[in-house]
């Protein structure tokens, strides 16, 4: 749970470092990062790659027994309350001379660290940064996990991060439908009845209700399939659970503040301040596109387009 109530901050460390890291590095981050004591923000994101993380150009070199890392991510959630950043760079392969990825555990205090927070217009409990690393030093066991091995690190940590975002996502969709069942039982405006007796009111909260246990169903298809260790089939089925939470929640946020009427943009009532969140999921942290993308070619077989 804190893992969701931190946007995914720990999360997707604590099942990259279980599954991958060192015997040494599990018993040195899995116990603080389970218990909530440590948190370890994630950093992939660069604002010249975008969507496309094949991009990336933060580097990892190798200088004797330490690395040094060069390069800048942007939208990086949580510095404020992480001690560490999981980072993902590229180190050169010395056989082929082309990059790969790697993971670096980066302490937030580091020489070499310089950070910037985005003015977000969301209500978030975790703010948002530009991180900008300048030949900063760490250690050789800064490195997690095997250096070549990094890249299905990776992609097999981003199912958890998938399915805690649909969670997230799901949360606030019940949310937003509550408040507006609440009210449209007790609001009355023709002769007596409260406005859900009327099915303008009434259906589309139902359909957002069906939305909202879909999506649900195939977030715990997700989390079933990611927990026996099928990471091929958590995939798919994590993408699609968090396409389903993100839309169900965008559109059920719209009709609760629909429902409230005017009410629906006051203060007072709360809705109208979880439109940027609730529009959240279709971006991060894989946009809706991309995962139309994926579906198109994964599941249905078509062309890649990109
Ligand atoms: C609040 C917040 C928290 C975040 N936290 C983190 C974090 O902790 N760590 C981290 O690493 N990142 C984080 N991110 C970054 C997030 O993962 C990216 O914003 C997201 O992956 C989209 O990348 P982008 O913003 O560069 O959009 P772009 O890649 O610039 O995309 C812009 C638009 O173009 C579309 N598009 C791009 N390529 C294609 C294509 N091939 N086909 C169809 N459409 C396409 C996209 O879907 C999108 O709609 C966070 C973002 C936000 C907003």
């Known amino acids: 749970m804190r893992a969701v109530d931190d946007g995914g901050v720990t999360g997707d460390l604590r099942h990259r470092d279980a599954r991958y ?44 027994s330490d690395w040094v890392l060069n390069g800048n991510k942007t939208f990086i959630s949580g510095i404020e309350s992480a001690q560490n950043i999981l980072v ?50 760490l250690p050789g066991d800064a490195l997690v996990g095997e250096e070549d091995a990094a890249i299905s690190q990776l992609f097999a940590g981003l199912n958890p991060e998938r399915i805690m975002a649909s969670a997230a996502a799901l949360g606030q969709a019940r949310f937003a439908l509550d408040r507006a069942c609440a009210y449209a039982k007790e609001r009355s405006v023709w002769r007596g009845e409260p406005i859900g007796t009327h099915q303008g009111v009434a259906h589309p909260l139902a359909q957002s209700y069906i939305d909202v246990e879909l999506a649900k169903l195939m977030m715990q298809k997700a989390a079933t399939l990611y927990d026996s260790g099928d990471d091929v089939g958590a995939g798919a089925a994590a993408n699609i659970a968090k396409y389903a939470a993100a839309e169900a929640v965008a559109v059920a946020v719209d009709r609760a503040i629909q429902t409230h009427g005017g009410n629906g943009l006051t203060v007072e009532y709360g809705l109208a301040a979880m439109l940027g969140n609730s529009r959240l999921s279709r971006v991060a942290p894989v946009s809706r596109e991309m995962i139309l993308n994926f579906v198109a070619q994964h599941n249905l077989g078509l062309p890649k387009s990109y």
């Not at 909530?36 to 010249?48: N, V």
């Not at 660290?113 to 978030?124: G, P, T, V």
């Open 21 to 64: 890291g060192t015997d040494e590095q599990r018993s040195r981050w899995l116990p603080g990062l389970a218990d909530g004591s440590e948190i370890m923000a994630f950093a992939i994101t660069e604002a010249d790659a975008g969507s496309n993380s094949h991009r990336i150009t933060t580097t990892a070199s190798r200088d004797g």
């Open 88 to 137: 993902v760079a590229r180190t050169e392969d010395a056989r082929t001379g082309t990059l790969k990825p790697v993971l670096m555990v980066v302490p937030v205090d580091s020489d070499g660290l310089d950070s910037a927070r985005i003015e977000m217009d969301l209500m978030l409990p975790e703010s948002q940064w530009s991180l900008f690393f300048d030949d900063l030093r």
